[in-house]
């Protein structure tokens, strides 16, 4: 059975524009935590961002693995953190001196900063650099658990550039999440959502096979490689899609909130899910 349900959030759970939860989706996940289920928003966003994803419901949302597995939170609890290494964000802005579409952005308690940056640049492109109205010289010396590069041009440049970040600062992992989002997120080498993932399975006393995981890009396939009962939604990008071992249909069908309740059903009826059939 499962007992222990990992889903990313945009374009996975949420589809909406505004980012927010829908209703039945909330309704789902309340059914799966009234079957004993634990329900954990497993993404690259920060945990501040959480309760106005799902519509101010906090219990929704309450345990959550956030910033890619850095920080993970259990019934509202930070349980674990892990920082992004400040040597390496150093080497970052380093390396980015001289890259005239490229620069890094750190955050720290929900508040974005370009670092090395032109702030007139960073004003005139708040497509790319939502949320970010400061710029900093340097990298903070505190500990950083959310940090990107922000790129102004194609998706194409931005793997680029994290190809080129990866070859020349092998302690750190640069992964582009999806096509249309022209950012690259930066954890420790190795690291991934699977981290938050495990530390919640075995805070909770479970096993690997009692997990299911849900995603759409290219930062959820850590956890989806480390899940055996992983599922991918029908927009994914292809290598999500084949790395998963089950698939549903789109996020904008509610296809993760279907499952959810799926599960939920399964879970009180001491068996599998009938999508994993």
């Not at 996940?29 to 419901?57: E, S, Y």
């Not at 550039?161 to 096509?179: I, N, Q, S, W, Y």
């Not at 299911?212 to 991918?232: I, K, M, P, T």
Request: aromatic share 8%; with cysteine; glycine share 8%.
């Amino acid at each position: 059975m499962i007992k222990l349900v990992l889903s990313d959030l945009d374009a996975t759970l949420i589809w909406r524009e505004d980012h927010v939860v829908t209703q039945f989706a909330l309704d789902a996940i309340h059914a799966l935590q009234a079957a004993g289920v634990h329900f954990v928003p497993c993404t690259g966003r920060i945990f501040r961002d959480l309760p106005r994803m799902f519509a101010g419901d906090e219990a929704a949302c309450a345990t959550a693995v956030t910033s890619n597995g850095q920080l993970v939170y259990l019934d509202g609890e930070l349980v674990e953190k892990v920082p992004i290494d400040h040597d390496g964000l150093l080497a970052v802005m380093g390396r980015l001196h001289d890259v005239d579409d490229s620069y890094l952005v750190v955050e720290y308690e929900g508040e974005k900063v370009a670092v090395d940056a032109d702030l007139g640049f960073v004003l005139a492109h708040p497509d790319n650099f939502w949320s970010v109205e400061q710029a900093l010289a340097s990298v903070p010396e505190r500990p950083c658990y959310k940090a990107n590069v922000r790129v102004v041009g194609s998706f194409g440049r931005c793997q680029e550039v994290a190809a080129e970040l990866a070859r020349a600062l092998p302690e750190l992992d640069f992964v582009c999440p999806m096509p249309g989002t022209p950012h690259i997120d930066i954890t420790p080498h190795g690291f991934g959502k699977d981290h938050g993932g495990d530390f919640l399975m075995e805070r909770l006393g479970l096993t690997p096979d009692e997990v299911c995981c849900f995603g759409d890009a290219e930062n959820d396939l850590a956890v989806l490689r480390h899940y055996a009962n992983s599922v991918a939604v029908a927009n994914a990008v292809p290598v999500v899609r084949e790395t998963a071992r089950y698939h549903i249909g789109p996020a904008d069908e509610e296809s993760v909130a279907r499952a959810l309740l799926d599960i939920a059903e399964a879970t009180d009826a001491g068996r599998m899910p009938s999508f994993m059939s």
